[in-house]
């Protein structure tokens, strides 16, 4: 019998991890988090214990399996920015574009995951780790832009600005659904929000990082 072809491999690979994934996070969501063991998400999703903590060596990261999307969206976006667009008019775009798609990386992950986290110190520090891990692979592209020195300040603090205003909006999603707002009536309030915070910035930013 042939081996499995790299491609099938890795397709195998990427199944396997949504599987644990999707179970450690039901499990998460029917239990709560911190109750959940690795070895009961082992026997759930019908693996061994260490193909669960070869794939996820931190438990944390069952739950929060958009980690790496979330960590590179907002340097992805500036780096793929239209010419003549500078930094900050492209995340204002993209922002808006993801509220008008409800995207879960923002924040629109429905209630039950959103409580889960809520209720969970650990997930909610990871989180604040993934925000601090997306304000610097921020500032580190601008840095690049800019042609930046390494004792420049200004393109972590523009990351920061502009990080801040993210995390602030991503705040106000988790709030209102756990409050109970129509999905509606969230977007509306962070298109507004979002709007009136990214026009905020545009004296100091609009012309910084222009393509």
Do not use: C
């Not at 790299?6 to 999707?22: A, F, G, M, V």
């Not at 409580?115 to 110190?121: F, G, K």
């Not at 500032?139 to 205003?165: F, I, T």
């Amino acid at each position: 019998m042939t081996s499995p072809t790299p491609n099938l491999r890795e397709q195998k690979k990427r199944e396997t991890r949504q599987k644990i994934s999707d179970v450690a996070t039901r499990l998460f969501m029917e239990r709560g988090f911190e109750t959940v063991t690795i070895a009961e998400i082992a026997a759930a999703a019908h693996v061994a214990k260490m193909t669960v903590t070869n794939y996820f060596p931190r438990k944390e990261d069952m739950a929060l399996d958009l980690s790496d999307e979330f960590v590179g969206s907002l340097a992805r976006t500036v780096a793929e920015r239209r010419v003549g667009e500078s930094a900050l008019a492209a995340l204002r775009r993209e922002f808006l574009a993801a509220v008008a798609r409800r995207d879960p990386v923002i924040g629109f992950a429905g209630l039950p995951f959103v409580r889960m986290i809520a209720e969970s110190p650990t997930l909610t520090a990871r989180l604040r780790d993934f925000h601090d891990l997306r304000e610097q692979a921020l500032a580190d592209l601008l840095a690049v832009e800019a042609h930046a020195g390494p004792d420049d300040v200004v393109p972590r603090a523009v990351a920061n600005l502009l990080g801040g205003v993210h995390r602030v909006l991503f705040t106000e999603t988790i709030r209102r659904t756990l409050d109970g707002d129509d999905l509606d009536d969230v977007a509306a309030a962070l298109t507004d929000a979002g709007t009136r915070a990214f026009d905020l910035l545009e004296p100091a930013l609009g012309d910084y990082a222009v393509r």
